[in-house]
């Protein structure tokens, strides 16, 4: 345990409890997307499966109760209680894309060809992969709540600072897990935009471009240029 894994730890506690509160208060889910919100459903209870079965610390065992309780609370939150809020219309990226290339991978490439062990790894692949739905979504509204952009900055805190932990695990205890890392990575550089977005432009709201939007304010642009100055009466 080191202070770049607690923290991680807590960031991503933060995250959830962002995501909860930002529902519960608002009584609305607008903005998230619920297919997400599934994807990390599935990813903690693939890997948390040897928590009915092994005991390694009581905080090992209090994070993911944590991880797992926030999850499905989401998801029930989400699609139960204020599915009406739901915005269905936005968030309509293909999660078997994500869900089948995981478990090939997990099935291909693995530590250990054993169910713990492979259902541990599509865990991995799958989480590093799983907030694609929502930035997708981001990309269709073209922008982010203040709260969902708070949520989307500490999950993506949680995965940057796991690469430090794993930098000082190597150095120290010369420990170094290639899929876990490498999928880490991955999961990380997916944020980049959003943290550019989220730094430069503060945290009362994140802009997140649509293409088409885009394209749209340009083309305005120049017809404003090519008009030329306008007189004023």
């Not at 607690?6 to 409890?17: K, W």
């Not at 259902?119 to 509204?141: C, D, G, K």
């Not at 944020?191 to 997140?208: E, H, K, N, P």
Request: proline share 2%; aromatic share 18%; net charge positive.
């Amino acid at each position: 345990m080191n202070i770049f894994r607690i923290t991680a730890d807590v960031a991503h506690a933060v995250a959830i409890v962002i995501l909860l509160l930002k529902i519960w208060k608002s009584r609305s889910c607008e903005g998230i997307s619920g297919r997400s919100q599934i994807l990390f459903a599935v990813t903690f209870f693939t890997r948390y499966l040897d928590l009915f079965t092994s005991f390694y610390s009581l905080y090992n065992t209090v994070m993911k109760v944590l991880f797992l309780a926030g999850s499905f609370g989401t998801v029930y939150l989400m699609w139960v209680k204020f599915k009406a809020t739901y915005d269905r219309n936005n968030d309509t990226f293909r999660i078997e894309f994500l869900v089948i290339p995981s478990i090939i991978l997990a099935l291909i490439i693995n530590h250990e060809f054993m169910f713990m062990e492979v259902m541990w790894t599509f865990s991995i692949y799958l989480e590093a992969v799983a907030i694609m739905p929502q930035l997708f979504m981001l990309s269709r509204t073209g922008n982010a709540e203040t709260i969902t952009a708070h949520y989307l900055f500490a999950l993506g805190s949680y995965r940057f600072l796991y690469i430090f932990n794993w930098v000082y695990r190597y150095y120290t205890e010369s420990f170094f897990d290639p899929i876990a890392v490498v999928a880490g990575i991955v999961q990380t550089v997916l944020y980049a935009d959003f943290f550019y977005l989220y730094i430069t432009r503060g945290t009362l709201m994140v802009q997140i471009r649509n293409p088409r939007i885009a394209h749209s304010d340009r083309l305005e642009s120049k017809k404003r240029s090519d008009r030329g100055p306008q007189k004023t009466i």
